[in-house]
């Protein structure tokens, strides 16, 4: 890694950040968001939801303890960028196999060290997320403004993450099958779901409702995943289309999913949620958990009115909708991640409901047919 400042980071206000490079020394033109959590930047760069994205790390120490096979949430490393206060190229670890650097510069993904992250998290906390450019510090202002002034935002992430055909997780002495649809599926809501004796099919996120049918699941999982939910009306329509034929969980993207399948709207929020330290309170029980989030959309909660759906949750930061329900239906879903491994721990419980609700129908059926 480069020690000389040969890097800079230009965001859409004009306002430009030189910097050390790290990573791949190739240019980034992205969403800048910025990330609290003190822990865990190989599980951020490699969330399916932050493809495309440049990360601001908040807490300003990034790669002491290096990158290990069995962090990684996804095959490859995912961030469009990774924005730094200091980073270290030296980490120590028993379980080290490579440096965050090697890590972003075999898959082209470019980072900026020894930037004011903290002025930079001001600027996006008060105008709010948008393009920003990671260039050479030589790149012409008048260039690299007109680069930020043509930025369009992609509409195909959840395309870019999702697996291209279904693939299977098995686990011993299975009590239950579940269908996953991969928008963006993280690798430890697999672990959580087969720790509770369950099956997994994941398909892709171009699945039909008949193609889901086929599998005459116990229930279904909507994961998490990058994006605007309002780029996935097939995955809406497959939700309105299938619920209350079993179980549905859906987590943040699958959140919003299932919203908008029931009439509900969604909104791009101005910064988003992402740490691993929001507060948000069960409404039905009046406990607060202090959980991990990562989502830039939000569901309108004047919307829900006459939908059939239930506020379950809601964020004590700025007070938008964190969990929703339909009891009839059999659907539940939660906007934070409570599979989170870095984040505060006792946040899964909803994992025990989902595959709870599932063993109830299948005692019941059993009974029926005895």
Request: net charge negative; aromatic share 6%.
């Amino acid at each position: 890694m480069a020690d000389k400042m040969s890097r800079k980071l230009v965001l859409q206000n004009g306002q430009t950040f030189y910097g050390a490079p790290f990573g791949a020394e190739t240019d980034a033109l992205c969403e800048i968001v910025f990330n609290t959590s003190m822990v865990g930047y190989q599980e951020i760069s490699s969330d399916p939801s932050c493809v495309g994205q440049a990360v601001v790390m908040t807490y300003p120490l990034i790669g002491n303890y290096g990158m290990t096979d069995d962090d990684q949430e996804f095959r490859r490393a995912c961030v469009g960028a990774m924005i730094v206060r200091d980073y270290n190229a030296q980490p120590s670890n028993f379980r080290y196999a490579k440096t965050l650097s090697e890590i972003l510069e075999e898959n082209g993904i470019p980072g900026l060290s020894g930037v004011d992250t903290r002025q930079i998290t001001r600027i996006l906390r008060q105008e709010g997320s948008g393009p920003c450019l990671i260039t050479d510090s030589g790149t012409p202002e008048a260039e690299c403004m007109a680069r930020l002034a043509a930025y369009k935002a992609p509409h195909d992430h959840v395309q870019r993450v999702s697996c291209k055909r279904p693939w299977y997780a098995r686990t011993s002495k299975p009590l239950l099958n579940v269908v996953a649809i991969d928008c963006g599926l993280k690798s430890d809501i697999i672990r959580r779901l087969s720790d509770r004796r369950v099956n997994v099919t994941v398909m892709p996120s171009t699945v039909t409702a008949d193609e889901v049918l086929a599998q005459k699941p116990d229930g279904l999982f909507i994961s998490n995943g990058p994006g605007d939910p309002k780029d996935l009306p097939h995955l809406v329509e497959l939700v309105r289309t299938v619920r209350g034929r079993f179980p549905i969980f859906g987590i943040c993207l699958g959140c919003e999913l299932i919203a908008l399948s029931y009439g509900a709207d969604t909104y791009k929020m101005k910064t988003g949620h992402r740490g691993g330290n929001h507060p948000i309170r069960n409404l039905r029980s009046g406990l607060v958990e202090i959980c991990a989030q990562n989502h830039g959309y939000a569901i309108d909660r004047e919307s829900l009115a006459g939908t059939g759906l239930e506020e379950t949750h809601d964020n004590l930061l700025d007070s938008t909708v964190e969990g929703i329900c339909c009891e009839a239906d059999q659907v539940y879903a939660v906007q934070y991640l409570p599979d989170n491994t870095t984040g505060p721990k006792g946040t899964d419980s909803y994992f025990d409901r989902f595959v709870g609700i599932m063993l109830e129908n299948k005692e019941k059926e059993a009974a029926l047919h005895a």
